[in-house]
């Protein structure tokens, strides 16, 4: 029987997790969503995921996201989150407040992560490179497999300010951009990016890649092969317990329920309100490496 893991993606607008099938990346239970604090401060989000915890009645090892550079489970950078998560130990607060054993990852590198074991693209040679289009532009970096953690590459200088404030697919909504002027957009950042690393590949992913006919024909002037993410939205989540699983191998558990496939996305409940929960043991934390 298929071992699982339960994943959590702290994203900007939600933060959403479900226990994963390890074999295909399909979850066992429908994904639980709960929407971000405001402000998103370190404490609030840490109850948030106990929440998730304890909706899953999960008493295991538990892998999470984070929308930023994560050095030792540390959070180095915070350009789309609130500035006090800046030098914090993420990972022993999550750990504190769940009482589980917390791997922590940035949130593009857990995608990418899923994307190159489980996508249309796995076993993929050379440079490679995911791009999670959302809030922001979060980016995975591949060299004939491995990961380059902590790339960041939405912060590209170009035009005199980060390329995510001009192309990521928050800036499409709110500017009211056309689908082919955004991917002009994103024609100019993929080509400053392609000289800079030439990769053989570019996946897009986050949740506007459903949608990708709409934009990806668009996209002129690259040399580099473009596909959409298999995972779509869910490769966080997915990718997060898959590092979960590598830090804690005896630890995975057996499915309680059946599983249900990652694509077409599987349904979602949703819940609102302040963050709750019962006291916990003390958990302990670990980086993803």
């Known amino acids: 029987m298929a071992r699982e893991m339960l994943g959590i993606d702290i994203g900007g607008s939600g933060i959403k997790g479900a226990p994963v099938d390890l074999s295909d990346g399909a979850f066992t ?47 180095m950078s915070a350009a789309n989150v609130s500035r006090h998560w800046l030098g914090v130990d993420a990972a022993s607060l999550f750990a504190d407040v769940t009482g589980r054993e917390i791997t922590l990852l940035n949130d593009a590198d857990a995608a990418g992560v899923a994307e190159m074991r489980l996508g249309a693209e796995r076993g993929r040679r050379g440079t490679v490179v995911l791009l999670t289009l959302g809030t ?37 909504t709110e500017e009211g951009l056309s689908w082919s002027k955004w991917a002009k957009r994103l024609s100019e950042y993929m080509t400053h990016l392609e000289a800079l690393i ?61 599983t249900e496939p990652t694509k077409p996305a599987p349904r979602e409940v949703r819940a609102a309100g302040k963050s709750g929960g019962a006291r916990r043991e003390r958990g302990t934390a670990r980086a993803a490496r």
């Open 29 to 75: 239970r429908e994904r639980f969503r709960i929407e971000t604090p405001r402000p998103a401060r370190p404490k609030p989000v840490a109850k948030v995921l106990a929440e998730i915890v304890d909706h899953f009645g999960w008493d295991g090892p538990v892998g999470v996201t984070y929308p930023g550079v994560v050095i030792d489970g540390v959070a």
């Open 136 to 172: 922001g532009i979060g980016s995975a970096l591949f060299t004939d497999g491995v990961l380059v953690p902590n790339t960041e590459f939405g912060h590209i200088q170009i035009r005199g300010k980060d390329a995510e404030l001009r192309a990521s697919a928050k800036a499409r």
């Open 198 to 258: 030439s990769p053989s590949l570019i996946i897009v992913g986050g949740g506007v890649s459903r949608k990708s006919d709409r934009f990806l024909p668009l996209i002129k002037g690259v040399r580099a092969e473009i596909v959409p993410a298999r995972l779509v939205n869910n490769a966080g989540i997915v990718g997060a317990a898959m590092a979960a699983a590598a830090a804690h191998p005896a630890e995975t558990a057996e499915p309680t329920e059946p």
